[in-house]
């Protein structure tokens, strides 16, 4: 290993080579960081946190090792939004991505730039998806906007390019070659997955998992959205808005289209196009039990029934293959060694709901998709297993890396090191409340802002309607019974538009309404 080479030598040095010496064997003892992210990756879906789903033995191994973080949250649920966020380790109205219609200012301050200043060899891999060039990265091989699942292009330093295969097996491969040829000095990866993002593309190998189950329908699936007009106004429900064509992938020349999806039969020709004839021959036979039970159907709520089983195979499907393609990180740093001294980090770029509400998608501050999963693993911690439960948010994670890369946090970032967490300490004065500020307004959404703590989540819907949600988290963790108008919770609505507005001031969060 080049590691223990340089130690040797040092050891054995010149007297006049010595303090260089000393400073490179500093260099090198700090920790290479792999920073694993997907894309919608439910914490429904990860066996660490619940196993009613889906078994994911390798990502469950970095919380075995390591601590896995059950309030972690995102402070605008949306890919390109919180993907800036963690660059920046500022809000959306900070660091100026507020939706997906916006393009990253590359000029700013992020975290990957302070990291190479500072002697790292850094690189991105996947899905970037804020449309300007990755800045402060020495290597980066990324997906064109979205992206495709199969034999997609990328743009690799500038160069559009094809490769053959699954999404996420080339992403992991590229990343693992990246990793195996970058090693002699700290290096930092970011690993950034297309899925599981709609509409779920399965490899061709797990066409036909999960074909002898049935996922039960979450309790609140029927749920009809009394008392809560942002949600009334929605379109991203299971039953009504997605596509059988696009989403659940079945021929249909008789199914009319939702307006909100006008383009998905367009898209689907698109995505199935990219498939070689070998591909689709496999494909087509995979697919032919889904078929044959469309077929079989006969209303509106036997169809809103197929589509949830559907979306939950393929989002599985994809699941299972992201769970084998962490596997093979971790087999690579252990056979390498280079576990001993990586930070390994796997999240998602927020939650995603799979049918609560009945919904399919993020973007709302209800718990699905606030929450997001995060488990951290570093080789020095003597807290492997730990579970913590300490308000932490993707806002954390640019300060957290620089704290474990020993550089100083720079003041004007928003989040704060939660180092100590995964070394199983305690950090006083810790957050008790998350502010949250979602902006996009595609798919018939109603910009918000709120308020979570321990017990309650205060909601205002602004734009296009103007309403407040109270709930009561303790007595409804589902989020059904908004109680902002009740008379005996006046006081408690009073004292938490109070910290709201303390939130927005300390996060310099202007109100635009
Ligand atoms: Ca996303």
Aim: net charge neutral; glycine share 6%.
């Amino acid at each position: 290993m080049k590691r223990t080479n340089i130690l040797a030598i040092c050891g054995f040095g010149a007297t006049g080579l010595f303090s260089s010496c000393t400073e490179q064997v500093q260099k090198q003892a700090r920790p290479n960081i792999i920073f694993i992210m997907s894309d919608d990756h439910a914490y429904q879906a990860i066996s660490a946190y619940s196993d009613k789903l889906v078994q994911t033995p390798n990502i469950d191994r970095i919380a075995r090792q390591g601590v896995l973080f059950r309030n972690a949250f995102v402070t605008n649920s949306i890919c390109g939004p919180s993907r800036a966020v963690i660059l920046t380790g500022k809000y959306s109205h900070i660091n100026g991505f507020k939706d997906n219609s916006g393009r990253f200012n590359g000029e700013q301050p992020t975290l990957p730039k302070i990291l190479k200043d500072n002697g790292y060899v850094t690189a991105i891999v996947g899905k970037w998806h804020l449309e300007s060039e990755p800045t402060g990265f020495d290597y980066w091989d990324i997906l064109p906007s979205q992206g495709h699942y199969y034999n997609p292009g990328f743009i690799n330093m500038g160069r559009d390019t094809v490769y053959k295969g699954y999404v996420t097996d080339i992403i992991t491969d590229r990343a693992i070659d990246w990793i195996k040829k970058n090693r002699s000095k700290p290096f930092f990866m970011m690993l950034h997955n297309k899925a599981p993002h709609r509409n779920w593309m399965p490899p061709i190998k797990y066409l036909k998992e999960f074909n002898d189950v049935h996922f039960p329908l979450p309790k609140n699936f029927y749920d009809d959205y009394k008392g809560r007009v942002a949600l009334q106004l929605q379109k991203i429900t299971v039953g009504k808005h997605m596509s059988v064509t696009y989403d659940s992938k079945v021929p249909c020349d008789t199914c009319i289209e939702d307006p909100v999806n006008k383009w998905a039969p367009g898209e689907w020709e698109a995505e199935y196009g990219r498939l070689t004839k070998e591909e689709k021959l496999a494909w087509e036979k995979g697919m032919e039990s889904e078929t044959i039970e469309f077929s079989k159907i006969k209303n509106k709520d036997d169809l809103a029934k197929w589509q949830f089983q559907r979306y939950m195979e393929d989002y599985l499907r994809c699941i299972k293959s992201v769970d084998d393609n962490v596997g093979k990180v971790l087999d690579m740093l252990k056979e390498t060694g280079l576990d001993k001294n990586t930070i390994v980090i796997y999240t998602s770029d927020q939650g995603f709901y799979l049918g609560e509400h009945s919904l399919f998608d993020k973007r709302f501050m209800y718990e699905e998709s606030l929450r997001t999963p995060l488990m951290v693993y570093s080789p020095n911690s003597k807290s492997a297993g730990k579970v913590n439960t300490d308000f932490v948010m993707n806002l954390d994670i640019a300060p957290t890396l620089l704290d474990f890369a020993g550089i100083k946090i720079p003041v004007d970032m928003q989040g704060a090191s939660i180092k100590p967490f995964v070394n199983g300490e305690t950090i006083s004065d810790w957050r008790k409340e998350v502010y949250y500020h979602y902006y996009e307004k595609s798919f018939g959404l109603t910009r918000h802002y709120g308020i979570r703590t321990d017990k309650y989540k205060l909601i205002h819907f602004y734009n296009p309607v103007d309403t407040w949600e109270l709930y009561d988290l303790q007595t409804d963790p589902s989020e059904m019974n908004n109680i902002a108008d009740f008379p005996d919770r006046q006081d408690i609505v009073k004292e938490l538009k109070i910290r709201l507005k303390d939130l927005q001031v300390k996060y310099k969060d202007e109100m635009e309404e």
